[in-house]
């Protein structure tokens, strides 16, 4: 094509001469250009995930403290029942400390009878103070 035909005159006398035709937007100007990034919404919001992991967690600690509360009337139990029992078991032990400490006391007699001046039954410290036995169980063949 030639600059005739585009401009619809025979032949070019000057440059001045020719009409302008300057290249311009279309009516109601062009579409507007998508220059942003966009990500598409997927899932649930932040507020919602932030709002989730708090219910979640205050849920959890609501079942902490229950489980606290249980395993404190657990032990309030436990040691009602113990506190109940525990003069029957020490009434047992002390009878059979007893039982025990004739037994000691009868073969500490058979062994130092030939001893002038043997106590039975006499502690041979001078603190005293009774003194249970370290092992809570009397057993005169060991010593």
Do not use: C, H
Request: aromatic share 10%; proline share 9%.
């Amino acid at each position: 094509m030639t600059e005739a035909m585009i401009r619809k005159k025979p032949g070019m006398v000057s440059v001045k001469d020719m009409p302008i035709l300057q290249d311009g937007p279309p009516p109601g100007g062009f579409a507007p250009v998508r220059y942003a990034r966009r990500i598409p919404t997927k899932g649930p919001s932040a507020m919602a995930i932030f709002l989730a992991a708090v219910g979640a967690f205050s849920w959890g600690m609501y079942q902490v403290g229950q489980g606290n509360k249980i395993r404190r009337m657990l032990k309030e139990e436990k040691f009602a029942a113990r506190s109940a029992i525990l003069p029957v078991l020490q009434a047992e032990e002390d009878e059979r400390f007893v039982k025990e400490w004739k037994k000691y006391l009868e073969e500490e007699a058979r062994i130092m009878k030939n001893v002038p001046g043997w106590k039975v039954g006499e502690s041979v410290y001078n603190s005293g103070r009774w003194m249970p036995p370290a092992t809570g169980e009397l057993r005169p063949e060991v010593w």
